[in-house]
């Protein structure tokens, strides 16, 4: 029987029991990191082959390595070490969720350390005359499919100064090599079945360990240590690393290597069968208890057995059906008998009364998603992994640009936001390097990308330059080193424009505006001309040429003036603009008049023509059939290596590129991003092989292999009518419907649409709720179209419908058509048209028995879905037919929430849709969160489980995280039974939830008497008085000497970071791995700050702009509120491989580099700064190592406007912004006082300095 609760610690060792107390650091359950100091060498139980199973190994001696118990999924590996007269065996079993990933090739060993790899530390005969020291490489060659051992003998410099190891042993070489091959040492790998992991099995012969040859004897030892590496999912780059079996904590982990006096203890022990893995199993265990302890304390017991391990929700409820307290959610229990514990409180902590209560317990295996499709995203994978977020297209905008040069070939996108604005690809569609920044037009010369941007993040129009082959930024060569050459003209005014660069100059040339000269290497402007009736600019083999009104190409000197009429064609109406082929056989110009491309020799003759002329409506293509080689807005384009054309359709409702041969056949089509956070998409619930997304019907890849090329969806039909909404389509009595439910963001109108015979969703049903106030409140109306002829006929609009929108939601439409409004008025269908329109009757709404008060706030709320029994929710109130009634806790808003744990709902705002018929539990429904999370819930309040991932935390960037903001989503039922997913992201993702057949559920009776309750209340009492505390105010302390690096990232001392100043911790709550300590001090001249950061993946920041390092991943932050000055910020990063200190103020007389921030649909809220800078007085130490860095910042007073001779205080706060798993995007952020900093997916939010939230900061005299 388990019983979860707390109990003393015992553990197991070799020789018997002994408590924890008295354990030496090996053994100690209060350091999170495994720590281990000796590994017994156990005798090998018979005959060993060397195929990386371990069915003749004996495994009880094996130690566990880790820097975090929590991650032990992720980065750990078990070390077991058995001998016999031949010679050492050495086995690594490795947790690694991209097993043997290593992109060493053997000629490059000394890189292996960079992913998949291990490496041991070994010494025979230590400080003997027989001594042999070896660094023993252990990896896989990806490339080369071949495993590696590769020995290194003695220390690592072959003349003094040495370092610990010593001296190089030359002699050692020449008689051992390089290798144990010739001596008969072996290595095999082996990937375990899961995918989740491998076994590296290596066989050591005495004849090459030892000088003597001979094995050692039992209780003889050599010194081991171990390093073991983990790389990222294409083996390129280091992702974790662990040192352990070490001598003591002291020793330095990131120079192990060479920290000979460090490494540990291997010792030949002459029995095996030993307790020492199981000690090591619940070690690990008891330390997990600090990160995450499912165990529940009370005075009310509750018993119940499970017929297998699963994950178990607990709730109670009064004799009357009232859900009283939701004990917990998705807890890991064992199989058989347990029992948890209630404290006699409910949800608010206040004591219930004696009496008879319900207590519902359900349990399930630990469900599971599986990826089966995506659409609308031509990324591989179409989700942010570790070697990048390469994420296909704009997410607010649609293509505008190609442009090529050798086999280069480059796509732009405008309105981006963490998408991509430039991508470098492949003749395939493989994107090589991104950039996330917005762009009407890129050009290239050999060495740099020139982008040419209406930049609505910033409110510039902008010129940037980047490394052609790594994408990376590059500066400008100015003074002030800027990313930027801005151009004398406001963003808004810019509606298209064109950039081509010859030799050293750049021209941009805006359409309405002007034609510009920059120098190339600067960004200086060295002229601006008038151009009249030029519309585009291209460079083409050093020629700069220009598109005209009247139709003409033109060569164009360096002020934009034609010198030479290359053709002109009468067939042009609205021409755009245009392409040279890179042989200079081919012009091709785009006309968005007719939606065509017409391709001309260099005589003017038209040769080619792709798309059929017609006019579009409302910007969008013809409802009906969609014909693939038709065009919608074509814009930008140009001719690659082979004569093909790559094209861009500027259109929000088809955010399509396509590729063609010169002859005008359609090669390929390249589709994305979906629109933010894929809220344009309506799943086909009857038919999981379609998808409608942004209007578009596709039929889905039927053959998907998203990680490695670009889904082959076909596009099928246009709905113009579901373009710009969301929603579902049903099938009901014969018809399909598409019904726009729960909508967009403050969709203040739902659409019932049926397919009509040319297959096209054309509304028939429309309801306008009312709006607007006083004397502009317009009355709410439905339109029903009784005839299907599209028009609103007499007698077909009925007004009086008052209904109140959710923000998130425009009410909820169940498969039978019946509708419910956010407020939960219920209107059901009164009857059929002969064609199948539904008509209701609005003004006599149905007022459900089982109503609730409806919550509408938009920042902690669900939103209402009722299924067919009638029962209602919004994934956090319920109420049933039969009467039960209650709500799970929600207690924290969008951004103050503490980090994920099992059972809590965070930050939750939409409910995705019901599915019915879900074993022993009945309806379900899955509500989003805006940290990442969904949250599956049944329609009577359970708690199932959490799916995706939140953003803060450890995360796994794949098929699973979704990201913030991920407002999309549905989930329901298919025709084939499966419960389908649909997650908010960057494409619409096809998911299957498994695992819910496996649900159980048992109902029990208990009885609760006052002892009891009163016993919980002490209980509780105790818990609340336990926690970390933050000080309320902290202090600038004056020291006579302030440091001068950075101290030991890896120390767990509680020692102060700058002695003689008081060093302050910061939790993340819920989340103890995720902490730094920081301490302020100053002398007569500088302020100095130190952090002292807890992070499994340090020091990475991807943002390629200084002025936005706030969003690109790691940094460490500092704000204050300065007398005299105003709100200021200093915020340490590093930038493009440099420690950089970043310097913003909200005002100043003097202004430098002066930015706005500001998304483009909601200018309200942007954010202007007076100088956004690189200071450049201040200086910065880091110090990086295996499971954190640190960081000192020292920086002149005068340059913060702080005279410490002033009797002051200041306001402020200190915190870290933390990186995801790639480095390239901030997932957390984490401030000492201010706790409503969790937004890390708006940028202008992020830039915001809010002093009204800061804490006091005193200056010490």
């Not at 330059?465 to 151009?487: C, H, I, Q």
């Not at 956004?1172 to 007073?1197: C, E, F, H, T, W």
């Given at each position: 029987m388990t019983v979860y609760r707390k109990a003393a610690l015992l553990l197991l060792s070799a020789s018997g029991i002994f408590f924890a107390s008295s354990l030496p650091a090996q053994g100690d359950a209060s350091n999170p990191t495994s720590n281990n100091r000796e590994i017994t060498v156990v005798p090998a139980p018979g005959e060993v082959v060397i195929d990386g199973e371990t069915s003749d190994w004996d495994l009880s001696a094996s130690i566990w390595s880790y820097n975090d118990p929590t991650l032990v999924g992720k980065y750990s590996v078990w070390t077991s070490l058995m001998w016999d007269e031949k010679g050492i065996y050495l086995l690594g079993r490795f947790h690694d969720i991209s097993s043997l990933q290593n992109g060493t090739r053997g000629k490059d060993f000394m890189q292996s350390w960079r992913s998949d790899a291990m490496q041991t530390r070994v010494i025979f005969e230590d400080g003997e005359e027989d001594e042999h020291q070896m660094h023993i490489n252990l990896f896989y060659s990806t490339p080369e499919e071949t495993p590696y051992m590769i020995v290194k003998h003695g220390g690592f410099k072959s003349k003094p100064p040495y370092d610990g190891t010593g001296p190089d042993r030359p002699d050692q070489l020449e008689k051992y090599g390089t290798t144990m091959e010739k001596f008969g040492g072996e290595i095999a790998f082996q990937e375990w079945e899961d995918g989740e992991g491998y076994n590296m099995e290596a066989f050591w012969p005495w004849s090459y360990l030892r000088t003597s040859g001979e094995p050692l004897e039992p209780g003889e030892e050599f010194k081991f240590g171990i390093e073991a590496m983990w790389g990222n999912s294409d083996g390129t780059k280091l992702s974790h690393r662990l040192a352990d079996n070490l001598k003591n904590d002291q020793v330095n982990r990131i120079f192990f290597f060479r920290a000979r006096d460090g490494w540990g203890r291997a010792v030949i022990s002459e029995e095996g069968d030993l307790a020492i893995a199981r000690a090591q199993e619940e070690l690990q265990a008891e330390r997990l208890k600090m990160f995450v302890n499912y165990e529940t304390e009370g005075s009310i017991p509750i018993q119940y057995t499970l017929e297998k391990e699963g994950e178990v929700t607990i709730a109670i409820d009064n004799a009357n059906g009232e859900r009283v307290r939701n004990l917990f959610g998705q807890f890991p229990r064992e199989a058989g008998e347990n029992t948890d514990f209630w404290d006699g409180l409910d949800d608010q902590g206040n004591p219930v009364a004696p009496g008879e209560y319900t207590v519902t317990i359900v349990d399930h295996e630990p469900f599971e998603l599986q990826?089966?499709?995506?659409?609308?995203?031509?990324?591989?994978?179409?989700?942010?992994?570790?070697?990048?977020?390469?994420i296909w297209g704009s997410n607010h905008g649609y293509p505008t640009t190609a442009a090529t040069r050798g086999d280069t070939i480059l796509l732009g996108f405008t309105g981006t936001e963490g998408s991509s604005?430039?991508?470098?690809?492949?003749?395939?569609?493989?994107?090589?390097?991104?950039?996330?920044?917005?762009?009407?037009?890129?050009?290239?010369?050999?060495?740099?990308?020139?982008?040419?941007?209406r930049d609505s993040w910033i409110k510039q129009t902008v010129i940037r330059r980047y490394n052609l082959e790594t994408g990376d930024l590059v500066l400008f060569e100015n003074d002030d080193k800027s990313p930027n050459s801005v151009l004398p003209i406001e963003n808004e005014e810019v509606k298209d424009g064109t950039i081509a660069v010859i030799g050293d100059q750049v021209f941009v040339f805006i359409r309405g505006n002007s034609f510009y000269?920059?120098?190339?290497?600067?960004?200086?402007?060295?002229?601006?001309?008038?151009?009249?009736?030029?519309?585009?600019?291209d460079d083409r083999n050093g020629v700069l040429r220009g598109l005209f009104e009247d139709g003409s190409i033109r060569v164009l000197n360096?002020?934009?003036?034609?010198?030479?009429?290359?053709?002109?064609s009468d067939k042009l109406q609205d021409p755009v603009r245009f392409a040279l082929s890179q042989d200079g056989s081919t012009y091709a110009i785009s006309d968005q008049a007719t939606n065509q491309v017409f391709l001309f020799n260099p005589q003017g003759d038209l040769v080619q023509t792709i798309g059929s002329p017609y006019e579009a409506k409302d910007g969008k293509r013809p409802a009906g059939e969609f014909v693939q080689e038709d065009l919608i807005r074509p814009l930008g384009l140009d001719f690659d290596s082979d004569g093909n054309l790559w094209l861009a359709e500027a259109s929000g409702t088809c955010r399509r590129i396509t590729h063609w041969t010169p002859d005008?056949?359609?090669?390929?089509?390249?589709?994305?991003?979906?629109?933010?956070?894929?809220?344009?998409?309506f799943p086909l619930t009857y038919d999981s092989n379609r998808f409608i997304a942004h209007g578009v019907e596709f039929q889905l890849d039927p053959d998907p292999d998203i990680e490695n090329r670009p889904t082959q969806e076909q596009p099928?039909?246009?709905?113009?009518?579901?373009?710009?909404?969301?929603?579902?389509?049903y099938e009901f009595n014969g018809y399909e419907y598409a019904v726009s439910v729960p909508g967009y963001n403050k969709q203040r109108y739902v659409i019932i649409a049926k397919r009509n015979d040319e297959g096209v969703f054309t509304p028939v049903v429309r309801i306008d709720y009312p709006s607007g106030r006083g004397d502009d409140r317009e009355p709410g109306k439905i339109w029903t179209d009784l005839n299907e002829n599209g028009e609103q006929d007499p007698g077909e609009v009925v007004e009086g419908f008052e209904a109140r929108l959710h923000y998130w939601s425009n009410g909820w439409m169940r498969p039978d058509m019946t509708f419910i409004t956010p407020d939960q008025q219920v209107f059901r269908v009164q009857e059929f048209t002969e064609g199948g329109v539904p008509v209701y009757d609005l003004n006599q709404p149905e007022i459900p028995e089982n109503h609730f008060d409806p919550d509408f706030r938009s920042s902690r709320s669900g939103t209402i879905v009722m299924d067919l029994e009638g029962n209602l929710s919004d994934g956090i109130n319920y109420s049933t037919v039969d009467g039960k009634t209650g709500s799970y806790p929600n207690p924290y808003g969008r951004h103050d929430a503490p980090a994920a744990s099992r059972g809590l709902l965070i930050a939750p705002f939409r409910t995705n849709g019901v599915v019915e018929d879900v074993p022993e539990v009945g309806s379900v429904t899955a509500i989003g969160g805006d940290r990442g999370e969904w949250f599956l819930m049944t329609m009577d309040g359970l708690f199932l489980s959490n799916l995706f991932q939140d953003i803060k935390g450890d995360v796994t960037l794949d098929e699973t995280y979704l990201g913030g903001e991920s407002f999309g989503g549905f989930i329901w039922r298919d025709e084939n039974d499966r419960i389908l997913l649909q997650p908010g992201g960057s494409s619409y993702r096809i998911m299957e939830?498994?695992?819910?057949?496996?649900?159980?559920k048992e109902v029990k009776t208990i009885s609760v008497n006052e002892e009891q309750i009163f016993k919980g209340i002490a209980l509780a009492e105790k818990r609340a008085a336990e926690g970390n505390v933050e000080p309320e105010a902290l202090q600038i302390a004056k020291v006579r000497k302030l440091p001068q690096s950075a101290p030991e990232a890896d120390t767990r001392s509680n020692d102060s970071l700058i002695t003689g100043a008081e060093t302050f911790r910061v939790q993340e709550a819920g989340d103890p791995t995720r902490w730094f300590r920081a301490a302020l001090a100053r002398d007569n001249q500088d302020l100095a700050v130190v952090w002292q950061v807890n992070d499994t993946n340090p020091w990475k920041n991807g943002e390629k702009q200084f002025t936005h390092a706030f969003i690109g991943g790691d940094a460490v932050d500092l704000q204050l509120d300065v007398p005299g000055r105003g709100p200021i910020r200093l915020l340490v990063a590093p930038i493009d491989g440099k420690n950089t200190v970043i310097y913003w103020q909200k005002e100043a007389e003097n202004p430098q580099n002066p930015m706005t921030y500001v998304v483009s649909n909601n200018p309200g809220n942007a954010q202007e700064f007076d100088v956004v800078k690189i200071l450049?007085?201040?200086?910065?130490?880091?110090?990086?190592?295996?499971?954190?860095?640190?960081?000192?910042?020292?920086?002149?007073?005068?340059?913060?406007?702080?005279?410490?001779?002033?009797?002051?205080?200041?306001?402020?706060?200190?915190?870290?912004?933390?990186?995801?798993?790639?480095?390239?995007n901030r997932v957390s952020r984490l401030y000492w006082h201010d706790k409503n900093t969790g937004m890390v997916s708006d940028v202008p939010s992020e830039a915001k300095l809010n002093p009204k939230n800061w804490g006091v900061i005193g200056i010490a005299d």
């Amino acid at each position: 029987m388990t019983v979860y609760r707390k109990a003393a610690l015992l553990l197991l060792s070799a020789s018997g029991i002994f408590f924890a107390s008295s354990l030496p650091a090996q053994g100690d359950a209060s350091n999170p990191t495994s720590n281990n100091r000796e590994i017994t060498v156990v005798p090998a139980p018979g005959e060993v082959v060397i195929d990386g199973e371990t069915s003749d190994w004996d495994l009880s001696a094996s130690i566990w390595s880790y820097n975090d118990p929590t991650l032990v999924g992720k980065y750990s590996v078990w070390t077991s070490l058995m001998w016999d007269e031949k010679g050492i065996y050495l086995l690594g079993r490795f947790h690694d969720i991209s097993s043997l990933q290593n992109g060493t090739r053997g000629k490059d060993f000394m890189q292996s350390w960079r992913s998949d790899a291990m490496q041991t530390r070994v010494i025979f005969e230590d400080g003997e005359e027989d001594e042999h020291q070896m660094h023993i490489n252990l990896f896989y060659s990806t490339p080369e499919e071949t495993p590696y051992m590769i020995v290194k003998h003695g220390g690592f410099k072959s003349k003094p100064p040495y370092d610990g190891t010593g001296p190089d042993r030359p002699d050692q070489l020449e008689k051992y090599g390089t290798t144990m091959e010739k001596f008969g040492g072996e290595i095999a790998f082996q990937e375990w079945e899961d995918g989740e992991g491998y076994n590296m099995e290596a066989f050591w012969p005495w004849s090459y360990l030892r000088t003597s040859g001979e094995p050692l004897e039992p209780g003889e030892e050599f010194k081991f240590g171990i390093e073991a590496m983990w790389g990222n999912s294409d083996g390129t780059k280091l992702s974790h690393r662990l040192a352990d079996n070490l001598k003591n904590d002291q020793v330095n982990r990131i120079f192990f290597f060479r920290a000979r006096d460090g490494w540990g203890r291997a010792v030949i022990s002459e029995e095996g069968d030993l307790a020492i893995a199981r000690a090591q199993e619940e070690l690990q265990a008891e330390r997990l208890k600090m990160f995450v302890n499912y165990e529940t304390e009370g005075s009310i017991p509750i018993q119940y057995t499970l017929e297998k391990e699963g994950e178990v929700t607990i709730a109670i409820d009064n004799a009357n059906g009232e859900r009283v307290r939701n004990l917990f959610g998705q807890f890991p229990r064992e199989a058989g008998e347990n029992t948890d514990f209630w404290d006699g409180l409910d949800d608010q902590g206040n004591p219930v009364a004696p009496g008879e209560y319900t207590v519902t317990i359900v349990d399930h295996e630990p469900f599971e998603l599986q990826i089966l499709n995506s659409v609308y995203n031509a990324a591989t994978p179409p989700w942010p992994t570790d070697t990048g977020h390469k994420i296909w297209g704009s997410n607010h905008g649609y293509p505008t640009t190609a442009a090529t040069r050798g086999d280069t070939i480059l796509l732009g996108f405008t309105g981006t936001e963490g998408s991509s604005g430039l991508m470098n690809i492949t003749s395939d569609g493989l994107i090589q390097w991104n950039d996330s920044y917005e762009l009407i037009d890129v050009t290239l010369d050999e060495k740099y990308a020139y982008a040419f941007s209406r930049d609505s993040w910033i409110k510039q129009t902008v010129i940037r330059r980047y490394n052609l082959e790594t994408g990376d930024l590059v500066l400008f060569e100015n003074d002030d080193k800027s990313p930027n050459s801005v151009l004398p003209i406001e963003n808004e005014e810019v509606k298209d424009g064109t950039i081509a660069v010859i030799g050293d100059q750049v021209f941009v040339f805006i359409r309405g505006n002007s034609f510009y000269r920059l120098d190339a290497s600067t960004g200086a402007l060295e002229g601006q001309f008038e151009a009249p009736g030029l519309i585009a600019v291209d460079d083409r083999n050093g020629v700069l040429r220009g598109l005209f009104e009247d139709g003409s190409i033109r060569v164009l000197n360096e002020e934009g003036k034609p010198t030479e009429v290359v053709f002109q064609s009468d067939k042009l109406q609205d021409p755009v603009r245009f392409a040279l082929s890179q042989d200079g056989s081919t012009y091709a110009i785009s006309d968005q008049a007719t939606n065509q491309v017409f391709l001309f020799n260099p005589q003017g003759d038209l040769v080619q023509t792709i798309g059929s002329p017609y006019e579009a409506k409302d910007g969008k293509r013809p409802a009906g059939e969609f014909v693939q080689e038709d065009l919608i807005r074509p814009l930008g384009l140009d001719f690659d290596s082979d004569g093909n054309l790559w094209l861009a359709e500027a259109s929000g409702t088809c955010r399509r590129i396509t590729h063609w041969t010169p002859d005008g056949e359609l090669i390929a089509q390249f589709w994305g991003a979906a629109d933010y956070g894929a809220m344009a998409g309506f799943p086909l619930t009857y038919d999981s092989n379609r998808f409608i997304a942004h209007g578009v019907e596709f039929q889905l890849d039927p053959d998907p292999d998203i990680e490695n090329r670009p889904t082959q969806e076909q596009p099928l039909f246009f709905h113009p009518a579901l373009a710009k909404t969301r929603g579902l389509v049903y099938e009901f009595n014969g018809y399909e419907y598409a019904v726009s439910v729960p909508g967009y963001n403050k969709q203040r109108y739902v659409i019932i649409a049926k397919r009509n015979d040319e297959g096209v969703f054309t509304p028939v049903v429309r309801i306008d709720y009312p709006s607007g106030r006083g004397d502009d409140r317009e009355p709410g109306k439905i339109w029903t179209d009784l005839n299907e002829n599209g028009e609103q006929d007499p007698g077909e609009v009925v007004e009086g419908f008052e209904a109140r929108l959710h923000y998130w939601s425009n009410g909820w439409m169940r498969p039978d058509m019946t509708f419910i409004t956010p407020d939960q008025q219920v209107f059901r269908v009164q009857e059929f048209t002969e064609g199948g329109v539904p008509v209701y009757d609005l003004n006599q709404p149905e007022i459900p028995e089982n109503h609730f008060d409806p919550d509408f706030r938009s920042s902690r709320s669900g939103t209402i879905v009722m299924d067919l029994e009638g029962n209602l929710s919004d994934g956090i109130n319920y109420s049933t037919v039969d009467g039960k009634t209650g709500s799970y806790p929600n207690p924290y808003g969008r951004h103050d929430a503490p980090a994920a744990s099992r059972g809590l709902l965070i930050a939750p705002f939409r409910t995705n849709g019901v599915v019915e018929d879900v074993p022993e539990v009945g309806s379900v429904t899955a509500i989003g969160g805006d940290r990442g999370e969904w949250f599956l819930m049944t329609m009577d309040g359970l708690f199932l489980s959490n799916l995706f991932q939140d953003i803060k935390g450890d995360v796994t960037l794949d098929e699973t995280y979704l990201g913030g903001e991920s407002f999309g989503g549905f989930i329901w039922r298919d025709e084939n039974d499966r419960i389908l997913l649909q997650p908010g992201g960057s494409s619409y993702r096809i998911m299957e939830l498994l695992g819910s057949e496996t649900i159980e559920k048992e109902v029990k009776t208990i009885s609760v008497n006052e002892e009891q309750i009163f016993k919980g209340i002490a209980l509780a009492e105790k818990r609340a008085a336990e926690g970390n505390v933050e000080p309320e105010a902290l202090q600038i302390a004056k020291v006579r000497k302030l440091p001068q690096s950075a101290p030991e990232a890896d120390t767990r001392s509680n020692d102060s970071l700058i002695t003689g100043a008081e060093t302050f911790r910061v939790q993340e709550a819920g989340d103890p791995t995720r902490w730094f300590r920081a301490a302020l001090a100053r002398d007569n001249q500088d302020l100095a700050v130190v952090w002292q950061v807890n992070d499994t993946n340090p020091w990475k920041n991807g943002e390629k702009q200084f002025t936005h390092a706030f969003i690109g991943g790691d940094a460490v932050d500092l704000q204050l509120d300065v007398p005299g000055r105003g709100p200021i910020r200093l915020l340490v990063a590093p930038i493009d491989g440099k420690n950089t200190v970043i310097y913003w103020q909200k005002e100043a007389e003097n202004p430098q580099n002066p930015m706005t921030y500001v998304v483009s649909n909601n200018p309200g809220n942007a954010q202007e700064f007076d100088v956004v800078k690189i200071l450049k007085d201040a200086k910065v130490s880091v110090n990086q190592g295996m499971l954190g860095y640190s960081v000192l910042l020292r920086v002149p007073l005068k340059d913060l406007g702080i005279d410490p001779s002033l009797d002051q205080d200041l306001t402020g706060i200190v915190g870290v912004i933390f990186s995801d798993p790639s480095g390239t995007n901030r997932v957390s952020r984490l401030y000492w006082h201010d706790k409503n900093t969790g937004m890390v997916s708006d940028v202008p939010s992020e830039a915001k300095l809010n002093p009204k939230n800061w804490g006091v900061i005193g200056i010490a005299d």
